[in-house]
C-alpha cells in the first residue's frame, strides 16, 4: 500500500515541476531555438570586433559589483542584526530602501551627480558604475543575509564567545559561514542582475554582453543572432549559479528549534558613534542623495509646468503600477513557493530542473519580453480562448511575462530559505505519517516565512521598476510609472521623469517597510 | 534578413501552448477580461516607436474625423517584432518608427501594406516614401555638425573635418548603439564608398571622442565646455533654443558642396493584416496633409512635405541641401555600418 503511494505522489511531485518549468521558461526556450541555425557569420565578425571586450569588460564588472555587494550587504546585515543603537529598526528598513530605486533612473542621476565631481569624461568609467551598482544592488545581499543572521541561534553565539571568541572571531567563524547560503543566494540576483543591466552599464558607456545582445539586434534587426548571444550569456548566469550551489552546500546548519534567537549587544558610546557613521555615509550615498536629486527635479518641473505631460495623470499610473505590482507578486511568489516545495528533497535532478526555470532572469529584460510575445502569440493563433480573446495585450498576458522575467527572485529566496528549515522536524512529521503537502503547510511554510516574506518584498520592488516587459506587453491604455518614466528618460527630459520615479520610489519603501515590520513582528513571535 | 522565423518551430511551441494554458487555468485568476477591442468602425490602433507629443497630434486627428486613435509607445525593433509575432492577429493598423532603417526592416519583413492613394503620393517627396510606397516619411531630421558659439570660429564644414586633429579631445559624439549614429554612417557609405566612410570613421575615433548616449545631453555638453564639436539632431537644438533663445551653440549644415546633410526620417505605414485599413489610410492621409505642420511641429522638425513651412525656431538656420538619394538605401545599409563602426572601434 504504502510504496505505492508514495509513487503516485511522486508522479504528482514531477509533473508540477516540469509543468512550471516548462510554463515559465518557455518564452526563453522559444528563442534559443534560432541556435538550430546558428548565425556564424555575425559570431565570427563578433569575435574579431567587440566580443573580446565585452567579455573581459563584463567579467570585471560582474566581480567587482559582487564583491562589493558583499561586503557592504554582509556587513550592515551584521551591524544591524548583533548592535543596538539608536534608530535600529529605521535604519534597517532604510538600508533596503535603494532597492526601490530603479536603475535607470538611479544610473542617471549618479552620472550627473557624479559628473559634476570628475567631469563629463572622467564620470564614464567601469569603476565608477561598479559603484553606481553596488550602492543600489547591495540590499539583495543585505536582506537575505539579514535573515540568516536573524536565524542563527543565541547559544551557538554564546558558546562561540565563552570558548574565547571575540566579537569578531565570532562573526567570521561562526556566523558568517552559517549565514553562507543566504548570503550566496543575495549575491546570485546581484549577478543575474548585473547581467542583465542595460540602462546603467549603457549611460557610464561600459559595454557589457547585454549590451551587445542590444547593440547585434537594435543594429543589424537580426533578433536570432541576439538571442544567440543572450543565450550564451544565459548559459554564463546558470554556470555561477551552479557555482553559488556548491557554496551553500555544507552551509546547511540551522537553530534547533527551542535555542532562542540571536540578541543584539547594546554598544558603548563610542561604538554608536562608529555604527552611526557608517550607517550615514552609506545613506546617504545610496539614499539620500538621489531621492533628494530626485525632488529638486521635481520641483523644477512643476515650476516650469512640464511635470504632468501624460495622459490620465499619476493616480492612473500609479494604480496600474499597483494593480500589476500585486497580481504578479502574487502569482510569482504562490508558483515560486510550490515550486521551492515540490524541488526539496527530491534530488539532485529537480533541482536542476528547477535551476532551468530562472532562465527569464538570467537574460536582458528586452529579450524575455519578445520571447513572451512570441510564446503569447503562438497561443494566440491557435484560437483556443473563448471570444477570439489574446492573450498579447492582455492584463494576463502581462502578469505572466512579468512572472517568466521574476520568478527566479521567489523560487530562489524560498529554496534558501527551506534549506534552513530544521530538517529533523521536516523528518519526524514524516515518519509520524504527515503527507508531504501536510508537511510542507504545518512545518515547512511556517519555518520559512522569514524568506518568504522576504522574497516577496524583493519580487514588490522588482514588479514595481520593471520596464520592458510592462512596454511590449501592456494592454491599451494601462500605463504605468515606469513607463512614464522611460517616455520622458528617452528623450532626455529628466526632471520630467522625477514626479513619476518619486511615486515609484515611495511606493517601493512603503512595501519593503511594511514587510520588514512583518519580518520584526514574526521574529518577536518566535522568541 | 532575419533567419529567425517565429511560426517554424510548431511541434514546440504547440506543446508549451498546452502547458502554458493549464498553467493559465491555474493562475490566471488575478486578472480581468480586457482590451481585446471594440469592433472596428471608428477606430484606427497605432504602434509608435515616436512618442515626443503624439498624444496632442492624434487628438487633433480624432476632433477633426471623428475616428478614435488607440497607440502603444515604446522601441522600434521591440514594436516590430511584436507586430512579426502576432501576425494576422495584430490589432495595429499602423506602425510608426522614429527613424528609416527601422521602418525599411519591416518592409523587409513583409509587414507592411502598399497603399494606393494619390494623396499620400502628391504629398510626400518619391525619395521620401518606399518604391512600392509601403511607407511614408512623415518628418525629416537631419543630423548636423554643432559647435560652441563661444570657443569656435571655424566650424567644420563636413563630416570629413569633424575628424581633423585640431578637434582632439573636443569632440562629443553619440555611441555606436544608437540608431542615428548608424543611420549617419549607413548614409555616408551610400554617398561616398564604404573605403572612404571607413577613413572618416577612424579620424574621428582618433579625436577620442566622449561619447554621451543623448544628442540633448552632448548638447549641453558643449555648454559646460566639455566638447566644442559634436554631431547632433537638428531638432534637439530647435527644442533647447524654444527654451533659451541664447543657448550657445551653433548649427553648421555639412555636406553643402557635396551630397548634402544626412537625413533621416520618421515614417509610418499601415500594416499587412490592418484590421481597420480604411481608418489606417485615413490617417495616414490626415498626418501627410493636414496634420503635417502639427506633426512636426511637436518636435520642431522639418515636415515630409517641402512645400508645409517649417516651425519658425527651424528657419532661422538657414535653407540646406539634404542627402534625399539615401533615405531609402538607410536599412538596407544598417548591419554594414555597424559591422564599419565595430571594426574602428567606435564606442
Given at each position: ?19 512550471i ?5 518557455s518564452?526563453?526556450?522559444?528563442l ?11 559570431w ?11 567579455i ?13 555587494t ?18 535600529r ?21 549618479w ?9 563629463a ?59 553562507r ?8 540576483l546581484?549577478?543575474?542582475?548585473t ?6 552599464v ?18 543589424t ?10 543565450s ?11 557555482c ?20 543584539p ?9 562608529v555604527?552611526l ?11 539620500v ?19 504632468l ?9 500609479a494604480?496600474n ?6 497580481a504578479?507578486?502574487?502569482t ?28 527569464g532572469?538570467?537574460?536582458p ?11 503569447l ?9 473563448p471570444?477570439?480573446f ?5 492584463v ?47 512545518i ?15 519580487l514588490a ?5 520593471e ?21 520622458a528618460?528617452?528623450?532626455?527630459l529628466?526632471?520630467q ?5 518619486l ?16 519580518l ?5 513571535l518566535?522568541? | 534578413?532575419?533567419?529567425f ?7 514546440g511551441t ?11 487555468a ?47 509607445t ?26 528609416a ?15 494606393d ?5 502628391e504629398?510626400i ?21 554643432m ?55 577612424d ?32 531638432y ?8 533659451d ?19 533621416n ?7 499587412a ?36 513651412e ?33 571594426a574602428?572601434?567606435?564606442?
Amino acid at each position: 500500500m504504502r510504496p505505492m503511494r508514495l509513487k503516485l505522489g511522486d508522479m504528482f511531485g514531477w509533473a508540477t515541476i516540469l509543468g512550471i518549468v516548462a510554463l515559465v521558461a518557455s518564452p526563453v526556450l522559444v528563442l534559443a531555438w534560432s541556435w538550430r541555425d546558428p548565425s556564424g557569420d555575425v559570431w565570427a565578425e563578433l569575435w574579431r570586433t567587440r566580443l573580446p571586450g565585452m567579455i573581459s569588460t563584463t567579467a570585471i564588472l560582474l566581480i567587482a559589483v559582487v564583491g562589493g555587494t558583499v561586503v557592504l550587504g554582509t556587513s550592515l546585515a551584521w551591524l544591524v542584526s548583533a548592535f543596538h543603537f539608536p534608530g535600529r529598526r529605521v535604519v534597517g528598513w532604510l538600508l533596503v530602501t535603494p532597492l526601490a530605486i530603479p536603475g535607470y533612473i538611479g544610473g542617471f542621476v549618479w552620472l550627473d551627480t557624479l559628473s559634476n565631481v570628475v567631469g563629463a569624461r572622467g564620470v564614464r568609467s567601469l569603476w565608477l558604475c561598479a559603484l553606481v551598482l553596488i550602492v543600489s544592488l547591495y540590499p539583495y545581499v543585505f536582506l537575505f543575509a539579514r535573515a540568516a543572521f536573524a536565524d542563527q541561534g543565541a547559544d551557538t553565539l554564546a558558546a562561540a564567545r565563552s570558548l574565547g571568541l571575540g566579537s569578531w572571531g565570532a562573526f567570521f567563524q561562526v556566523s558568517l559561514p552559517m549565514a553562507r547560503p543566504a548570503i550566496a543566494a543575495g549575491a546570485a540576483l546581484v549577478a543575474m542582475e548585473t547581467l542583465t543591466d542595460i540602462g546603467t552599464v549603457r549611460l557610464f558607456n561600459v559595454s557589457t554582453l547585454s549590451d551587445g545582445v542590444m547593440r547585434v539586434w537594435f543594429g543589424t534587426g537580426d533578433l536570432g543572432a541576439a538571442t544567440e548571444l543572450a543565450s550564451a550569456l544565459t548559459g554564463a548566469a546558470l554556470l555561477l549559479i551552479a557555482c553559488e550551489r556548491l557554496l551553500r552546500r555544507g552551509g546547511r546548519q540551522s537553530r534547533a528549534s527551542a535555542e532562542k534567537v540571536m540578541s543584539p549587544r547594546t554598544l558603548t558610546v563610542f561604538g554608536n558613534a562608529v555604527v552611526l557613521s557608517v550607517v550615514v555615509v552609506v545613506l546617504t550615498i545610496a539614499v539620500v542623495i538621489p531621492v533628494a536629486r530626485l525632488i529638486n527635479w521635481s520641483i523644477e518641473s512643476n515650476r516650469a509646468g512640464t511635470a504632468l505631460t501624460v495622459a490620465g495623470g499619476i493616480r492612473h499610473h500609479a494604480g496600474n503600477t499597483l494593480m500589476l505590482m500585486a497580481a504578479a507578486t502574487v502569482t510569482a511568489i504562490v508558483i515560486g513557493t510550490i515550486l521551492a516545495l515540490v524541488v526539496a528533497h527530491r534530488g539532485r535532478l529537480a533541482r536542476l530542473a528547477g535551476r532551468v526555470s530562472t532562465v527569464g532572469y538570467a537574460m536582458p529584460g528586452p529579450v524575455v519580453a519578445v520571447g513572451a510575445v512570441v510564446m503569447l502569440a503562438a497561443v494566440d493563433r491557435r484560437d483556443v480562448l473563448p471570444d477570439s480573446f489574446l492573450l498579447v495585450g492582455s492584463v494576463i498576458g502581462l502578469v505572466y511575462a512579468l512572472v517568466v522575467r521574476f520568478i527566479a527572485v521567489g523560487y530562489q529566496g524560498v529554496e534558501a530559505s527551506l534549506e534552513r528549515v530544521p530538517q529533523p522536524a521536516v523528518e519526524s512529521a514524516r515518519v509520524l505519517g504527515a503527507g508531504r503537502m501536510r508537511t510542507a503547510f504545518t512545518i515547512e511554510v511556517p519555518a520559512a516565512r522569514f524568506g518568504i516574506l522576504a522574497a516577496t518584498a524583493l519580487l514588490a520592488v522588482d514588479i514595481t521598476k520593471e520596464l520592458p516587459i510592462t512596454l511590449l506587453l501592456r494592454p491599451f491604455g494601462v500605463d504605468t510609472l515606469s513607463v512614464w518614466v522611460w517616455q520622458a528618460t528617452s528623450e532626455s527630459l529628466w526632471a520630467q521623469a522625477a514626479v513619476p520615479s518619486l511615486v515609484m520610489v515611495f511606493m517601493g519603501m512603503f512595501s519593503v517597510g511594511l514587510l520588514l515590520v512583518a519580518l520584526e513582528r514574526g521574529a518577536e513571535l518566535v522568541s | 534578413m532575419s533567419k529567425f522565423n517565429f511560426r517554424s518551430s510548431k511541434i514546440g511551441t504547440s506543446l508549451i501552448a498546452a502547458t502554458l494554458l493549464v498553467g493559465l487555468a491555474a493562475c490566471g485568476s488575478s486578472s480581468e477580461d480586457s482590451s481585446t477591442g471594440e469592433e472596428s468602425g471608428g477606430q484606427v490602433t497605432v504602434y509608435t516607436g515616436r512618442h515626443y507629443g503624439i498624444e496632442t497630434v492624434f487628438d487633433e486627428f480624432t476632433a477633426e474625423t471623428g475616428i478614435e486613435v488607440r497607440f502603444t509607445t515604446g522601441s522600434d525593433p521591440e514594436l516590430r517584432a511584436r507586430l512579426e509575432a502576432e501576425g494576422e492577429n495584430t490589432p495595429a493598423d499602423i506602425i510608426m518608427t522614429a527613424d528609416a532603417a527601422n521602418i525599411a526592416l519591416s518592409a523587409e519583413a513583409g509587414l507592411l501594406a502598399s497603399i494606393d492613394s494619390d494623396v499620400l503620393t502628391e504629398a510626400i517627396p518619391e525619395d521620401l516614401r518606399a518604391a512600392d510606397n509601403s511607407w511614408f516619411a512623415l518628418s525629416r531630421r537631419l543630423r548636423v555638425i554643432m559647435t560652441s558659439s563661444e570657443r569656435v570660429t571655424d566650424a567644420p564644414q563636413t563630416y570629413a573635418e569633424v575628424g581633423d586633429p585640431k578637434w582632439k579631445g573636443k569632440l562629443c559624439l553619440r555611441p555606436s548603439t544608437h540608431p542615428y549614429t548608424q543611420s549617419l554612417v549607413a548614409g555616408l557609405i551610400n554617398t561616398l564608398g564604404e573605403d572612404d566612410t571607413r577613413t572618416i570613421v577612424d579620424s574621428w575615433v582618433a579625436n577620442d571622442p566622449l561619447y554621451i548616449n543623448s544628442d540633448t545631453d552632448i548638447l549641453k555638453a558643449i555648454q559646460a565646455g566639455d566638447c566644442d564639436v559634436a554631431l547632433a539632431n537638428s531638432y534637439y537644438l530647435g527644442r533647447l533654443l524654444s527654451d533659451d533663445a541664447e543657448f550657445p551653440v551653433n548649427l553648421t549644415w555639412p555636406e553643402q558642396a557635396g551630397a548634402g546633410a544626412h537625413l533621416n526620417i520618421s515614417a509610418a505605414a499601415v500594416t499587412a493584416n490592418a484590421p481597420n485599413r480604411s481608418a489606417a489610410v485615413a490617417l495616414l492621409e490626415w498626418l501627410a496633409t493636414k496634420g503635417q505642420k502639427s506633426f512636426s511641429d511637436a518636435n520642431n522638425e522639418f515636415p515630409a512635405d517641402p512645400r508645409v513651412e517649417p516651425k519658425a525656431v527651424l528657419v532661422g538656420f538657414g535653407t540646406f541641401t539634404a542627402d534625399t538619394k539615401s533615405v531609402r538605401e538607410l536599412g538596407r545599409l544598417n548591419p554594414q555600418a555597424v559591422e564599419l563602426l565595430s571594426a574602428a572601434g567606435y564606442e
